[in-house]
């Protein structure tokens, strides 16, 4: 799946925030879960998806190798085999990539999503859930873009 969900597992899109709003939650964000949410998050998906990459492109190459290139050089030549074996190696660690970027993806968001909720902001719109009823299934949901998120993960170091 390559779309972050919901505690209800509905599809969402991490907040767009502007300037101002990252201005106004920053100052509630003490300074180690602002590292954590401005930094590590990122670090997290890029060395994630730069693995997928690697890991494709090797792969890409070895198999090219070992099962086509033996019979694409008496026909081709070496350099035009070279070239072929480097775009297929390109494709495959970019299709690899394709096929799990919801993996890297939840090493970016995953934190993101977390502080946002811990603060008591929607991961989709930014909207503050403090004080928001709870629904029978046990998730709040958010009146301004509908999403819904367990209320135990809501507010635990928002102002009160």
């Known amino acids: 799946?390559?779309?972050?969900?919901?505690?209800?597992?509905?599809?969402?899109?991490?907040?767009?925030?502007?300037?101002?709003?990252?201005?106004?939650?920053a100052p509630k964000l003490n300074r180690t879960t602002a590292n954590l949410f401005f930094n590590v998050e990122r670090v997290l998906s890029d060395h994630r998806g730069a693995g997928v990459v690697l890991v494709g492109g090797i792969a890409g190459y070895l198999l090219w190798h070992l099962m086509i290139s033996p019979y694409s050089v008496p026909v081709v030549g070496s350099i035009i085999d070279g070239l072929l074996s480097t775009l297929f190696a390109i494709f495959l660690a970019l299709g690899l990539l394709h096929l799990l970027y919801g993996w890297v993806l939840r090493g970016r968001y995953g934190l993101v999503e977390t502080v946002f909720l811990e603060h008591g902001y929607c991961v989709s719109c930014g909207y503050s859930l403090v004080d928001l009823a709870k629904e029978s299934d046990g998730c709040v949901v958010c009146p301004e873009c509908n999403a819904a998120w367990s209320h135990d993960r809501i507010g635990s170091q928002s102002e009160s």
């Open 1 to 25: 799946m390559n779309k972050l969900c919901d505690d209800r597992g509905d599809p969402y899109e991490i907040a767009k925030l502007s300037p101002a709003q990252y201005e106004e939650l």
